[in-house]
């Protein structure tokens, strides 16, 4: 890996960081509304909520050119354990980031149907850990 590669990786590693600990935040809110059930978002929530959207989006790019360029350079390394768990991971990542525009409402484009929603939201809630672990 180059260091401009490397650069992009650290930009990716930074911005999922934060979307992590806002990922944090947001499901134990989510959590604790299941468990209790009560309200507890207020006005923090739903700005944390508008930053999981933002850092999210920012996130797509960098992670799409690191992920596409690491590709180029890996596809036919000698390692093929690794070669595979890197398409795993990159299918798990990309799931991630369809789920998450999935989940978006849109003006003129918005999933409605609960039963579909709800399919975006785990997968949503479920690739993250996956990723991570395929990684680890």
């Keep these: 890996m180059g260091p401009r590669l490397q650069v992009l990786l650290y930009i990716v590693f930074g ?3 934060i979307l ?3 990922s944090a935040y947001l499901s134990a809110i ?6 209790k059930g009560e ?3 207020n006005y923090f929530y739903q700005i944390m909520f508008l930053a999981h959207l933002v850092l ?3 996130l797509v790019f960098p992670f799409l050119a690191f992920a596409f360029a690491h590709l180029k350079l890996a596809y ?14 990159l299918w798990i990542s990309l799931i991630l980031i369809l789920s998450g525009f999935a989940l978006m409402r849109v ?11 709800s399919a975006f939201y785990w997968a949503h809630v479920i690739t993250p850990l996956l990723a ?3 990684y680890v």
């Excluded at 000698?78 to 595979?84: G, S, Y």
């Excluded at 999933?111 to 929603?117: G, L």
């Design 39 to 41: 309200l507890f978002q």
């Design 30 to 35: 989510t959590f604790m509304e299941w468990w």
């Design 20 to 22: 992590g600990a806002n």
């Design 107 to 117: 003006e003129g484009f918005e999933v409605r149907n609960p039963n579909t929603r």
């Design 56 to 58: 999210g989006i920012l």
């Design 76 to 89: 036919n390394r000698r390692n093929r354990r690794a070669v595979k768990v890197g398409y795993a991971l």
């Design 15 to 17: 911005l999922f960081a």
């Design 132 to 134: 991570v672990w395929l």
